[in-house]
T-cell receptor, first 115, second 112 residues
Framework: DVKVTQSSRYLVKRTGEKVFLECVQDMDHENMFWYRQDPGLGLRLIYFSYDVKMKEKGDIPEGYSVSREKKERFSLILESASTNQTSMYLC??????????????FGPGTRLTVL | QKEVEQNSGPLSVPEGAIASLNCTYSDRGSQSFFWYRQYSGKSPELIMSIYSNGDKEDGRFTAQLNKASQYVSLLIRDSQPSDSATYLCAVKALSGDYKLSFGAGTTVTVRA
């Protein structure tokens, strides 16, 4: 089974703090994604990466950055946390293998509260 | 127009009944289609993938795809209280990247 893990289930931070959210997958997947999910807004893509050291902006990259130094690890960084970044953050991964449907597998999520 | 639209719900069905969820998409070139189940406070879990027109069955779940009409549906037969969740429809376009477009979800409640 694909296993995607995230560093924290719950996190509380102060406004202005630098926040690191880490995601690790154990299936050698090439693609990794960061989403946030808010009531009434659904899943929104923040950033994705299709290879080590590669990154692409999603729909809402402002206020976020990412790092992918190793294939299995994809980090989301909030440079200066703000209250409007309070949300559920979800990491996902998928493979480039031709026979795959490119389905994405999600981690358990991190519920971040910024005070 | 949203890329992926789902019937808004909530959908309430009695235990043992069939729950029917619909999803339409705007990109005619879309090639892969997924249904995710998300329990409250949890992350989405993949339950069905479908690529070709027609039906695909997996246990009590059946996914139906009609590319000409640009819709995909999910049927849950013999609905159980444990099926109460939000169901997300996701679509992958034909383009070279590997992003998925997600619908807003349909919340299903199965009444015991």
């Amino acid at each position: 089974d694909v296993k995607v893990t995230q560093s924290s289930r719950y996190l509380v931070k102060r406004t202005g703090e630098k926040v690191f959210l880490e995601c690790v997958q154990d299936m050698d997947h090439e693609n990794m994604f960061w989403y946030r999910q808010d009531p009434g807004l659904g899943l929104r893509l923040i950033y994705f990466s299709y290879d080590v050291k590669m990154k692409e902006k999603g729909d809402i990259p402002e206020g976020y950055s990412v790092s992918r130094e190793k294939k299995e690890r994809f980090s989301l960084i909030l440079e200066s946390a703000s209250t409007n970044q309070t949300s559920m953050y979800l990491c996902a991964s998928s493979t480039l293998v031709h026979s795959s449907y490119n389905e994405q597998f999600f981690g358990p999520g991190t519920r971040l509260t910024v005070l | 127009q949203k890329e992926v639209e789902q019937n808004s719900g909530p959908l309430s069905v009695p235990e043992g009944a069939i729950a029917s969820l619909n999803c339409t998409y705007s990109d005619r070139g879309s090639q892969s289609f997924f249904w995710y189940r998300q329990y409250s406070g949890k992350s989405p879990e993949l339950i069905m993938s479908i690529y070709s027109n027609g039906d695909k069955e997996d246990g009590r779940f059946t996914a139906q795809l009609n590319k000409a009409s640009q819709y995909v549906s999910l049927l849950i037969r013999d609905s159980q209280p444990s099926d109460s969740a939000t169901y997300l429809c996701a679509v992958k376009a034909l383009s070279g990247d590997y992003k998925l477009s997600f619908g807003a979800g349909t919340t299903v409640t199965v009444r015991a």
